[in-house]
């Protein structure tokens, strides 16, 4: 059975198709309008409680939350590529996969909401201020474990590099220079920059500025 996934191109659902890609599993992409509340609607909230995207179904697994979801077809489609052999090697996955989750994309997350949802004016540069801060010491860590080997878990591409670039992503869209970490700069590029992602990227560019546009608009609206 084809593997579904819920959520557009311009949501968290781009880590999970990035990591399809990867893996060269065949999916169905089935976009939800946020606007319209269809992540809101009876159906979907019976398979997504939260009303949020993504959401994966495979056969009879049912899963949320973007980073888990990508551990979780690492570990049954990609072992001994992108998940490793070893335990070590898996543990290590996990443990930056919720660091991305849990350190670093609250650190950077709400710059987007600054820079890209709100007006230059009404941005709240105490909060840019301390976002940055916060941010500093993570991509620290990140240049750290990225002198010791070429990517985070060993010298070989894995979910964990996927997960912790997808959250990164964050920072590209939000003005945010990481030139200052130069292993971490050379690392992303070559993650972010990978055919898989490239592919998923290409069809989100063309979507992208009217998609958002619009829901700009629309938490501009609401105020
Ligand atoms: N931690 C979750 C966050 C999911 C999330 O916030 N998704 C956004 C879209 S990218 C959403 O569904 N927002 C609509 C809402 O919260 O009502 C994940 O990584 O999957």
């Known amino acids: 059975m084809t593997i579904k996934i819920y959520g557009s191109l311009v949501s968290r659902a781009t880590r999970n198709l990035w990591m399809l890609e990867e893996l060269g599993v065949d999916y169905e992409r089935i976009d939800l309008d946020w606007i319209k509340q269809e992540n809101r609607s009876p159906d979907y909230l019976k398979i997504n409680p939260a009303g949020q995207v993504p959401t994966l179904i495979d056969g ?64 709240d540069d105490a909060l840019i201020v301390k976002l940055a801060e916060r941010t500093l010491p993570l991509l620290d860590l990140m240049e750290g474990a990225l002198s010791a080997s070429a990517y985070l878990v060993g010298d070989a591409f894995s979910v964990a590099d996927l997960n912790v670039a997808g959250v990164m992503e964050y920072l590209d869209r939000s003005d945010f220079d990481i030139a200052q970490w130069p292993k971490t700069v050379a690392w992303y590029e070559t993650t972010y920059g990978r055919a898989a992602n490239q592919k998923v990227q290409g069809e989100r560019a063309p979507v992208a500025e009217a998609m958002l546009k619009r829901i700009v608009e629309h938490s501009r609206s609401e105020g």
């Open 60 to 123: 009879d697994v049912t899963l949320s939350e973007s980073l888990g979801i990508n551990l979780y077809l690492a570990q049954k489609f990609g072992g001994g590529v992108l998940w490793p052999d070893d335990d070590a090697g898996q543990a290590r996955c996990i443990q930056w996969s919720v660091w991305a989750a849990g350190e670093l994309e609250p650190a950077v997350y709400p710059r987007v909401y600054e820079f890209v949802f709100k007006k230059a004016k009404d941005r």
